[in-house]
């Protein structure tokens, strides 16, 4: 069996109740939710992660509790690093994140966007970008913009970085696209809720993580081979009120390859209905989750109480459990024990 089917579900989960475990109230939290008007028209692609939400997320909270503080050191080895980036940084990337909002044309860091919403000090965030090479400041509008050179794979590139708000920092590989992006951040020029690109589609409410993209064949172009075979993708999971949702909308490039990323899912689900030998309502779960093919566009939709799933974590971590202990025992496989 294979058991490393597991791994993309546990990672995901882990990383989320990981935040819920870390992350603090902070009474003055901006809103968080993705706002679609921030976003320029001509954007191709776009992710979110709503650290607030996540916060507030029964069904992470108690995946934490369960699954990582009670069974795993890694909430002490990543509280360790989140101290070092805050005192490197100025900000604590759990305790006083809001949200991450990346966007660009392409899936390059060399042609995109980060919106990072954060208690930041920005003293501090200052001085370190004067201190970087070849560093430059210059006013638009009401705004300081700060230039430097960045090292990346042995190649150079521009980086850009200006504050919206106190709490609102904007990195970008470009002034023009940094530019824009503060524009953006005003409500001047096109914005995604505007356009009858599938981007702008509703967001619903409780969204925790939002991923999205067209032209993918272009976007995504030779680095992400798998990605290219796709016309459009859409990726929304979260929890609104007693419910926890899961939605993701692929359009092919044509009805065979539709049909492929379908039966990669179906598998998925066999090895953790499998897995689930002992807990009926996980098992029930994963037949619940619809798997739709219809031509070349494939909907996987998955709907439950929250109620239900936070009643099923105990069970979830024991399969995750047996399987790291599996592992943990094989000869060659030490590096699964990190």
């Known amino acids: 069996m294979n058991w490393n089917a597991l791994r993309p579900m546990a990672a995901k989960l882990a990383m989320l109740g990981l935040a819920a475990g870390l992350l603090m109230p902070t009474p003055d939290a901006a809103a968080a939710e993705l706002q679609l008007k921030h976003i320029p028209a001509e954007a191709k692609w776009y992710a979110h992660l709503d650290a607030d939400a996540v916060r507030s997320s029964k069904v992470v909270q108690r995946f934490y509790e369960e699954c990582i503080r009670e069974k795993m050191a890694a909430p002490a080895v990543w509280a360790q690093a989140f101290n070092v980036i805050e005192w490197q940084w100025g900000f604590h990337p759990i305790n006083d994140l809001h949200s991450i909002t990346v966007y660009g044309t392409r899936l390059s860091a060399k042609q995109s966007v980060l919106v990072l919403r954060a208690k930041t000090n920005n003293n501090l965030l200052t001085t370190i970008a004067e201190k970087a090479p070849e560093h430059r400041e210059q006013d638009y509008r009401d705004y300081t ?194």
């Open 145 to 338: 913009l700060h230039t430097w050179k960045q090292q990346r794979n042995g190649n150079e590139h521009e980086m850009a970085a200006a504050f919206h708000r106190t709490n609102v920092v904007v990195f970008a590989s470009s002034v023009e696209l940094l530019k824009t992006a503060l524009d953006r951040l005003d409500e001047k020029g096109a914005s995604m809720a505007d356009s009858d690109s599938p981007l702008g589609e509703h967001i619903p409410g409780g969204a925790m993580i939002v991923a999205r993209a067209v032209d993918l064949e272009s976007v995504a172009g030779d680095e992400f081979p798998v990605l290219a075979q796709l016309e459009q993708l859409s990726y929304v999971e979260g929890e609104d009120g007693d419910e926890w949702f899961s939605r993701v909308t692929l359009v092919a490039r044509d009805a065979e390859v539709a049909e492929r990323f379908a039966d990669v899912i179906r598998g998925f689900q066999s090895v953790i209905w499998l897995a689930a030998d002992e807990a009926p309502r996980v098992r029930e779960m994963v037949r619940d989750t619809n798997v739709n093919v219809n031509g070349q566009t494939l909907e996987v939709t998955f709907r439950e109480p929250a109620a239900d799933i936070v009643e099923q974590i105990p069970n979830v971590c024991e399969m995750i459990e047996r399987h790291r202990k599996r592992q943990a025992g094989r000869p060659g496989d030490e590096d699964t024990q990190q």
